[in-house]
């Protein structure tokens, strides 16, 4: 099979790129002396997680119950659980617990959501492992290192048989908001000393914290130490993305994942080409706009992304349209040029500004390598936020 035989909008994985990817993060993660736990919110694919991972356990990060379900299927044993846990998801988490036999970390931040988690867990007879989340500037979820909350917390946990606590876990969401090695290198050290400086406190105060994790692809790949982490938790560098090109963190040849769709139309009053792929197909997201030229809601390269086409970008999303612009015409020229570059039928490979969010609604990628655009293999993956009830009943 061909790239021109897969329906549009398909989601095309360049196997050479993530090999590459997740080749170069694990020799990082070596030189450092820090275990990798890769983020799969971002791939969601097993077989993706085969090269992000690596042995004995085979430690995974995840964000959603799909995510544990479908991992544990597919015979990944050792995950955390990197969103703020609630307790009605205790049930589907102890039952994927015991058929699996799963060591899964749950992250708390709050007293009340630690007694609730560990009452459950105790009417369940199951036992979870504790990491209390550290806020180290994004502002998002977790308490600061040095606050009178870390301890409680700690009581809280130790509290309950059903629990135990095992860490500090961070990211550096702010990572985000700035671009440039300099700057994201002054990040990472945030985030290495913010969550070092809540372990050691536990420690000091009689607390287990043997796990101290941190990451944002951007923080771990600038850090320049990782001193007193354990484990880094990067995601979005197995697939990269516009973003990331925009932040300074990998070039337009790292992306490997792009959207094919096809030419539909050619409107010459709004100078602009249609393709099938719209906000469905490719997100709104337009982060890498922020730091970048307009990027439109993504790049247009040629089908078998051996280029970007200059000046093409789809500059307008609806559901299933996307409409894709080119340079700003000088006075007086017509569309003919921006026509002829894509007639109707034609087909092109989108570069996604946000990785994560282009890709989470696909049921599978379409395997190329390199330039050919013989399709090699379909790896299928997770997506959505339903678990049904065979993903995790015991039978
Ligand atoms: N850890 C947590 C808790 C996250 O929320 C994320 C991403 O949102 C990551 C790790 C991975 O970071 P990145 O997407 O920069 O690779």
Known sequence: MQLTDLPTPSLVLDLDRVERNCAAMLERARQHGVTLRPHLKTAKSADLARLAS???????TVSTLTEVAYFAAHGFRDMTYAVGIAVHKLDTLAALHRKHGLVLRLLADQVATIDAVGRRAAELE????????IDCGGGRGGVTADGRELLELARAISAWPSLSLVGVLTHAGQSYATAGAGSIAAIAETERSSALRAATRLREAGFESPVVSIGSTPTVVWAATLAGVTEIRPGVYTLFDLDQVALGVCTVEDIAASVIA???GHNPRSRRVLIDAGALAL????SANAFAEDLGYGLVA?????RVMAGLRVAEVHQE????AGPEPVDGAGTD???ARLPIGARVRILPQHACMTTAPYGHYDLVRGESSEIIARWHKASGHTVTTSDW???
């Open 283 to 286: 997100s709104k997201d337009q």
């Open 337 to 339: 040029d921006l026509f």
């Open 54 to 60: 690596s042995g004995p356990t085979w430690p995974i």
């Open 262 to 264: 096809t030419v539909i």
């Open 393 to 395: 009943s015991p039978t």
């Open 126 to 133: 199951a036992r979870f492992e504790l990491l209390i989340e």
């Open 321 to 324: 349209h996307g409409l894709i």
């Open 302 to 306: 040629t089908v078998d992304g051996a």
